[in-house]
């Protein structure tokens, strides 16, 4: 498994933007596909966005499309949500995974508490 701490969370009003960071350490990053998933309170974890190893597959959901952007620098062991025109509806804790091949999400970070305000 690899080891994987999120960060950039915070306050905001809606409209507004945030980025999310996860580091990863303990293996090779760039061997791993990469998501991001929410949970809001008293709701199940949602998939939000994922991308492929070498960052040249991503999808969204329907939720965030248009407004999220994913990315990964393989170089910093890092993937990034860009959250762009936010609603309160993206109020939610957001968590990075990471998966090897097609394999389930096994590896999870700590989760970043995003709040938005109407």
């Known amino acids: 498994q690899v080891q994987l701490v999120e960060s950039g969370g915070g306050l905001v009003q809606a409209g507004g933007s945030l980025r999310l960071s996860c580091t990863a350490s303990g293996r090779t990053f760039s061997n791993y596909g990469m998501g991001w998933f929410r949970q809001a309170p008293g709701k199940v974890r949602e998939f939000v966005a994922r991308?492929?190893?070498?960052?040249?597959?991503?999808y969204y959901a329907d939720a965030v499309k248009g407004r999220f952007t994913i990315s990964r620098d393989n170089a910093k062991n890092t993937v990034y949500l860009q959250m762009n025109s936010l609603k309160p509806e993206d109020t939610a804790v957001y968590y990075c995974?990471?998966?090897?091949?097609?394999?389930?999400?096994?590896?999870w970070g700590q989760g970043t508490q995003v709040t938005v305000s109407s």
């Open positions: 995974a990471a998966r090897y091949g097609m394999n389930p999400y096994d590896s």
């Open positions: 991308i492929s190893w070498n960052g040249d597959s991503t």
